[in-house]
Nanobody
Framework: QVQLVESGGGLVQAGGSLRLSCAASGSIFSINAMGWYRQAPGKQRELVATITTETITTGGSTNYADSVKGRFTISRDNAKNMVYLQMNGLKPEDTAIYYC??????????????WGQGTQVAVSS
């Protein structure tokens, strides 16, 4: 069993900031990449940001949706299996449920794509 638990959502005024956290736990052998996605009412789930694992030969990399570049920053704590999303300059269009995602190797079942339950972010104008 693998669990992803998000926290840090809430209601904020436009221009404000929030920091989302996601903790992965359970039967995890390794995590290749973690990320954040969001789904607004009536819309499809979309990528917000992803971050890959640093290795001996690679430094890891980040990827952002164009709509959040320069405002959001994704980071990881590999030792704790956690990923964060610092969101600055929030806009009403950032309102959505934010989901944590992990591409990982399950200790028993191998490669898995896991999702958290989501945390609500609401930005008022």
């Amino acid at each position: 069993q693998v669990q992803l638990v998000e926290s840090g959502g809430g209601l904020v005024q436009a221009g404000g900031s929030l920091r989302l956290s996601c903790a992965a736990s359970g039967s995890i052998f390794s995590i290749n990449a973690m990320g954040w996605y969001r789904q607004a009412p009536g819309k499809q789930r979309e990528l917000v940001a992803t971050i890959t694992t640093e290795t001996i030969t690679t430094g890891g990399s980040t990827n952002y949706a164009d709509s959040v570049k320069g405002r959001f920053t994704i980071s990881r704590d590999n030792a704790k299996n956690m990923v964060y999303l610092q969101m600055n300059g929030l806009k009403p269009e950032d309102t959505a449920i934010y989901y944590c995602n992990a591409h990982l190797i399950h200790s028993v079942y191998g490669p898995r794509d896991c999702w958290g339950q989501g945390t609500q972010v609401a930005v008022s104008s």
